[in-house]
T-cell receptor, first 112, second 115 residues
Framework: LAKTTQPISMDSYEGQEVNITCSHNNIATNDYITWYQQFPSQGPRFIIQGYKTKVTNEVASLFIPADRKSSTLSLPRVSLSDTAVYYCLVGPISGSARQLTFGSGTQLTVLP | SQTIHQWPATLVQPVGSPLSLECTVEGTSNPNLYWYRQAAGRGLQLLFYSVGIGQISSEVPQNLSASRPQDRQFILSSKKLLLSDSGFYLC??????????????FGPGTRLLVL
């Protein structure tokens, strides 16, 4: 299983763009990268998933360089409600979700 | 639409007592089901997963067990709780998709405190 490394915590201010980088040096050819968001006392929620280059949805963007050894979750114009823990996961394309490993995540705190 | 339920929401149990947590999924068939535990301030630890009725795989040896008596029902049990079993228990489901990584959908969780 590919191991991921994320910063333990980050602070930002409302209205700013936040970029959270995840390192996954031993990512395999058939691995996808997925990001989840978790609020206190709730289950994680899927944010975005990608394999290479850039993926964008209504919530965030995911940037993956050509070597795929890292990825960056970009949250545009954060608000106080974006304060949460963000998890980066790496796992096989067609494998079962059991092969995903949740690390400790990044605690994002958005300040007024 | 699909929904996932867990109960109870919170539970306080004495050491040595039994445990039964239930998870049910609605709006989907033959889901993969998962039990996770999250200690305070920590990431999620996968405990069990199931790909079908009666099919349970354990990821971590412990005094917990899981059962799947029906397609959309997943139960986490213990005969004797330990203090270390305290935590936030999350049930999740996913559906196998071709060509992309499965997305997991999590329930609201059960906060268990063993005293």
């Amino acid at each position: 299983l590919a191991k991921t490394t994320q910063p333990i915590s980050m602070d930002s201010y409302e209205g700013q763009e936040v970029n959270i980088t995840c390192s996954h040096n031993n990512i395999a050819t058939n691995d996808y990268i997925t990001w989840y968001q978790q609020f206190p006392s709730q289950g994680p929620r899927f944010i975005i998933q990608g394999y290479k280059t850039k993926v964008t949805n209504e919530v965030a963007s995911l940037f993956i360089p050509a070597d795929r050894k890292s990825s960056t979750l970009s949250l545009p114009r954060v608000s106080l409600s974006d304060t949460a823990v963000y998890y980066c996961l790496v796992g096989p394309i067609s494998g079962s979700a059991r092969q995903l490993t949740f690390g400790s995540g990044t605690q994002l705190t958005v300040l007024p | 639409s699909q929904t996932i339920h867990q109960w109870p929401a919170t539970l306080v149990q004495p050491v040595g007592s039994p445990l039964s947590l239930e998870c049910t999924v609605e709006g989907t068939s033959n889901p993969n089901l998962y039990w996770y535990r999250q200690a305070a301030g920590r990431g999620l630890q996968l405990l069990f997963y199931s790909v079908g009725i009666g099919q349970i795989s354990s990821e971590v040896p412990q005094n917990l067990s899981a059962s799947r008596p029906q397609d959309r029902q997943f139960i986490l049990s213990s005969k004797k709780l330990l203090l270390s079993d305290s935590g936030f228990y999350l049930c999740a489901w996913s559906v196998r998709t071709g060509g992309t990584q499965e997305t997991q959908y999590f329930g609201p969780g059960t906060r268990l405190l063993v005293l």
